[in-house]
């Protein structure tokens, strides 16, 4: 199975801290991407690393990916409550985006 | 469209029940995907459309399930003879061309009750 694993499953941070999160995938893929999920319901792409990419950023975003260890992690810098959301790493190889269960980040302000 | 619309929003059903999800993707979008999502749960994979042609049906749970896309855009997900373990929000995305490298637009999802 191509499915991204996050970690942790849960995290609950004050504003204006960074929030890591970690994604674990189990074969060799074209990209990773990263979605957020607000209350449930649909998910919006933030960013997307291609795998002979080591670093990406997007504003507050910081993702980078290790192919040899297969695994991705996601940086949001500065946190703000209006962060808090699902967010999902979701896997490409041959077949559709396969996504992992999920880190609920909850930022306190 | 603007954006990736599914219809209704909310389905309550009783179990037994034939229901019927629609999703509208983007327009010009070739590529549409079906998940399904339980309760605190990750996405499912169900069901990925090229086109009116299905390439992928291996996450469909169970002949109970199926769905068609008319005219390379509307798509509807059927499921017959609902069953409580069918309550999960679908959600419907879709792609500009289905390539691997593509980032997918969701809609807001059906949350479907069985009860």
């Known amino acids: 199975s191509q499915q991204g694993e996050e970690d942790p499953q849960a995290l609950s941070i004050q504003e204006g801290e960074n929030a890591t999160m970690n994604c674990s995938y189990k074969?060799?893929?074209?990209?990773l991407q990263w979605y957020r999920q607000n209350s449930g319901r649909g998910l919006v792409h933030l960013i997307l690393?291609?795998?002979?990419?080591r670093e990406k950023h997007s504003g507050r975003l910081r993702v980078t990916l290790d192919t040899s260890k297969k695994s991705s992690s996601l940086l949001i810098t500065a946190s703000r409550a209006a962060d808090t959301a699902s967010y999902f790493c979701a896997t490409t190889g041959n077949t559709p985006l396969v996504f992992g269960k999920g880190t609920r980040l909850s930022v306190i302000a | 469209g603007a954006g990736v619309s599914q219809s209704p929003s909310n389905k309550v059903t009783e179990k037994g029940k034939d229901v019927e999800l629609r999703c509208d993707p983007i327009s010009g979008h070739t590529a549409l995907y079906w998940y399904r999502q339980s309760l605190g749960q990750g996405l499912e994979f169900l069901i990925y459309f090229q086109g009116n042609s299905a390439p992928d049906k291996s996450g469909l749970p169970s002949d109970r399930f199926s769905a068609e896309r008319t005219g390379g855009s509307v798509s509807t997900l059927t499921i017959q003879r609902t069953q409580q373990e069918d309550s999960a929000v679908y959600l419907c995305?879709?792609?500009?061309?289905?390539?691997?490298?593509?980032?997918?637009?969701f809609g807001s999802g059906t949350q479907l009750s069985v009860l």
């Open positions: 995305a879709s792609s500009t061309t289905g390539q691997v490298a593509e980032k997918l637009f």
């Open positions: 074969t060799s893929i074209n990209n």
């Open positions: 690393i291609r795998s002979n990419e």
